[in-house]
């Protein structure tokens, strides 16, 4: 039996040796080229051979993939031309997830997970106030206060302007001005429903990588049709999940196939407007995540869309055509072009502007890890449904799902908004002891702050905490693995 995964065929078929296939990997082509059927094909592949899969559906296109296909005179001429002998209309075992709980189950992290770094990028703050924000959570650490939602956050903030006096001497001048920018931009990624993300029970990265009962991979699809509305929001997700599995899987070394394998779409998104020591961090943890069995794949319109260190790393690609009618649209197609192994017998350049849909350049791994040469490849069609499912029956698969049990109830728990708000009372009735109680109760409704309906009640949980001692710090993830901070 002939083995990898089938990708299609040239003179010869095209197979994808899982063996390196966490040496990562690029999708790209002009919208409409067939790169989406293509990451379908490559899902259904992986799940088959029982490697889970997680993928961003941007289109709404991919829960398809659940139920089988169904024949046609085109998918018969295409399984005949490739030469397949096997083919057979089946789905993947799915679990679909959505930041907003709507089209799938719901996906949260912590506030502390997320970490002050990937916070700051996502309200777009400058270096001054990601300094104060990073501070907040500094003093949230030192006072044992867990920021698990928006209103943790909100209402650490107002503390910290409401003391500044008394803070001054361990944390510096503290600018209310700029204290209230950052609640500002707090408050516009609740009014986007950002707010819904932040809280407990926070996905747990073992829920992602799991197989069925017949051993195949279990396909993760995060609905991302409103979430790509949000840039921001999309990238610090996908960014705080691969820094998480960075942090957490073990080292395994070289395996038969991945551990599991993650299509990141729109992957530009991920590099726009970030400085370049972020771009550094990014490289290093895709360049290191292979030792953990994971395999990222990034899809894009173009190679040029990524940073040249990271592009260097992705060993497998499958290039869809583009169109070349400007000089920076030319330029795109050199680009793609040279990213490849050259074939003699290949135009590249002019080849790429030449492919039908449903047709791409392929280069993958081989033995010893050597790219193969450019080869124009017919990509075989998939054994699923092209196309979206009909809501009902995507419905009906989410509430079947065990772990919708699990993530769809909030949970609130004492954290910072909590402990803050006693300490505030507390405080109030030992000044009016003091005949003080009026400059009391002004200070307690500034230092309590108010939930500004941060969801009013959104997921509380005690978050990994590294010790049970006041002033311990409390884990994070993200981007304290990527930027080395606490």
Same mark, same amino acid.
Request: hydrophobic fraction near 40%; charge should be neutral; include cysteine.
């Given at each position: ?13 095209? #197979? ?5 296939? %966490?040496?990562?990997? /690029? ?36 829960? &398809? ?8 005179? *085109?998918?018969?001429? #295409?399984?005949?031309?490739? &030469? ?7 789905? =993947?075992?799915?679990? @679909? ?17 997320? &970490? ?49 006096? +008394? ?26 429903? $950002? ?15 799991? =197989?069925?009962?017949? $051993? ?28 998480? /599995? @960075?942090? %957490? ?7 038969? *196939? ?32 292979? +030792? *953990? ?59 790429? &502007? ?48 065990? /772990? %919708? ?7 609130? #728990?004492? +954290? ?18 003091? $005949? ?6 002004? %200070? ?15 997921? *509380? ?6 010790? +049970? ?7 994070? $993830? /993200? ?8």
């Amino acid at each position: 039996m002939v083995s990898g995964l089938l990708i299609g065929a040239a003179d010869e078929q095209v #197979r994808l040796d899982l063996s390196y296939a %966490n040496r990562h990997g /690029l999708v790209a082509g002009a919208t409409g080229t067939g790169k989406t059927i293509t990451v379908q094909v490559l899902a259904e592949g992986f799940s088959a051979a029982g490697v889970p899969v997680f993928l961003a559906d941007v289109k709404g296109d991919m829960s &398809g993939i659940s139920v089988p296909g169904k024949p046609h005179p *085109k998918i018969d001429q #295409r399984i005949a031309s490739i &030469g397949i002998e096997d083919f057979a209309f089946r789905g =993947c075992p799915v679990t @679909f997830w959505d930041l907003y709980g709507k089209l799938g189950i719901p996906v949260r992290a912590t506030i502390s997970e997320m &970490g002050p770094q990937l916070m700051a990028r996502l309200m777009d703050l400058n270096e001054i106030q990601e300094s104060i924000l990073t501070l907040a959570f500094h003093f949230a650490d030192e006072e044992g206060l867990l920021l698990l939602d928006m209103a943790d956050l909100q209402t650490t903030l107002n503390h910290l302007a409401d003391n500044t006096a +008394s803070l001054k001497g361990e944390y510096g001048s503290l600018s209310r001005a700029s204290i209230n920018a950052i609640l500002r931009r707090l408050l516009m990624i609740e009014r986007d429903g $950002g707010d819904v993300y932040f809280g407990e029970p926070a996905l747990e990265l073992s829920d992602l990588i799991r =197989c069925d009962g017949q $051993g195949r991979g279990i396909v993760n699809i995060l609905d991302a049709q409103t979430l790509i509305q949000h840039p921001a929001t999309y990238t610090c997700f996908l960014l705080w999940l691969l820094a998480e /599995l @960075f942090e %957490n899987l073990p080292e395994v070394g070289d395996q038969e *196939k991945p551990v599991a394998v993650f299509f990141f779409d729109e992957a530009h998104l991920l590099f726009r407007n970030v400085p370049r020591v972020f771009v550094e961090k990014v490289e290093q943890v895709v360049r290191l995540i292979r +030792s *953990k069995g994971v395999g990222i794949y990034f899809i894009s319109q173009s190679p040029g869309d990524i940073p040249d260190s990271i592009l260097s790393q992705l060993g497998n690609r499958i290039q869809h055509a583009l169109r070349a009618y400007t000089p920076k649209e030319r330029k795109a197609v050199q680009v793609a072009a040279q990213s490849f192994r050259t074939n003699p017998a290949l135009d590249t350049a002019r080849v790429i &502007g030449e492919l039908e849909v449903g047709e791409a350049l392929v280069s993958v791994l081989q033995e010893r890890g050597v790219p193969s040469m450019v080869q124009r490849t017919l990509i075989r069609p998939p054994c699923s449904q092209i196309g979206p499912v009909d809501t009902g029956k995507r419905q009906a698969m989410i509430s079947s799902d065990p /772990l %919708n049990d699990k993530y769809r109830q909030p949970v609130d #728990r004492i +954290s910072a908004h909590e402990k803050l708000q006693e300490r505030a009372e507390q405080r109030m009735k030992t000044v009016e002891k003091t $005949g003080k109680a009026e400059k009391a109760r002004a %200070n307690s409704r500034r230092t309590a702050g108010s939930r500004q309906s941060a969801g009013d009640a959104f997921v *509380k949980s005690m978050v990994r905490s590294v010790g +049970s001692s006041l002033g311990r710090k409390i884990a994070r $993830g /993200l981007l304290g693995a990527l930027l080395g901070k606490g």
